[in-house]
């Protein structure tokens, strides 16, 4: 089942002149950030926690990244929206059961997450990620609205 927005991601070119922008933005404290690098997606995410949402800021650490090829043809922006479900495998199941095909089976992702992403061309142009916490999920630091 899905039970929420997860996230919102953003790709940007400079994570820590970004994460200072939605800092301000938001009025949050420094202590409210979690930065963590994810060597599979070659990508630096920082976590900004809204009530029960996060903002995700992508960084690209090689040229090669997801990232760096999605900044190089449309520049920083939004990303991807994230779904948070309880059971990856199932929701797997039911959207192919719906002729929607995932782009791979859900994998390791940031958070200590299992997660998929289904192509934009399923959904309207947007890409989905879907994300399922595991048993010991790297916890997010206090929202940022505390
Ligand atoms: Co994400």
């Known amino acids: 089942m899905i039970k929420k927005i997860d996230h919102i991601a953003i790709a940007v070119q400079n994570?820590?002149?970004?994460?200072?922008?939605?800092?301000?933005?938001?009025?949050?404290?420094?202590?409210?950030i979690r930065i963590e690098e994810v060597?599979?997606?070659?990508?630096?995410?920082?976590?900004?926690?809204?009530?029960?949402?996060k903002i995700e800021l992508l960084e690209p650490m090689s040229?090669?990244?997801?990232?760096?090829?999605?900044?190089?043809?449309?520049?920083?922006?939004m990303h991807h929206i994230a779904l948070a479900t309880d059971d990856i495998e199932?929701?797997?199941?039911?959207?192919?059961?719906?002729?929607?095909?995932p782009l791979s089976l859900p994998k390791d992702g940031?958070?200590?997450?299992?997660?998929?992403?289904?192509?934009?061309?399923?959904?309207n142009k947007v890409l989905l990620e879907f994300a399922q916490k595991q048993h010991q999920p790297i916890e997010d630091k206090a929202a940022c609205n505390q």
């Open 15 to 32: 994570l820590e002149s970004a994460l200072e922008t939605f800092r301000n933005v938001l009025g949050c404290a420094p202590g409210a």
């Open 63 to 77: 040229d090669d990244s997801p990232i760096a090829k999605f900044l190089a043809k449309n520049g920083e922006g």
């Open 39 to 53: 060597a599979s997606e070659k990508v630096r995410v920082g976590f900004i926690t809204i009530g029960e949402s």
């Open 110 to 123: 940031a958070g200590g997450k299992k997660i998929m992403f289904l192509h934009p061309k399923e959904t």
């Open 90 to 101: 199932k929701e797997t199941d039911r959207l192919l059961s719906v002729n929607i095909h």
